[in-house]
């Protein structure tokens, strides 16, 4: 998986992500998920003080989740 091109898809179109695809793309970035409850997925990574939470909405992410990965690779630098 193309880290640099995973990201352009993101930011194109952050309102038509799978959940699924998004937690795959979260470990892929070196993101592991540390529990969660329900609908609900945390994710942390070594390096990185903020957690994601990803929340699944009839099987999509939320678009201002999918904003905060995309901040959180950007900030840290993480390509």
């Known amino acids: 998986m193309n880290k640099r091109r995973v ?3 993101l930011k ?3 309102k ?3 959940f699924e695809k998004l937690c795959t ?3 892929v970035f070196g ?3 540390r529990g969660g409850k329900g609908s609900h997925r945390i994710y942390v990574r070594d390096g990185v003080e903020e957690l ?3 929340q699944n909405v009839g099987g999509k992410a939320k678009p ?3 904003r905060q990965l995309i901040k959180l690779i950007e900030k ?3 390509l």
């Open 76 to 78: 840290y630098g993480l």
């Open 7 to 9: 990201l352009e898809e």
């Open 16 to 18: 038509k992500v799978r």
């Open 52 to 54: 994601l939470n990803f």
């Open 64 to 66: 201002y989740q999918v």
């Open 31 to 33: 993101f592991r998920l």
């Open 12 to 14: 194109k179109s952050p």
């Open 25 to 27: 793309i979260a470990g």
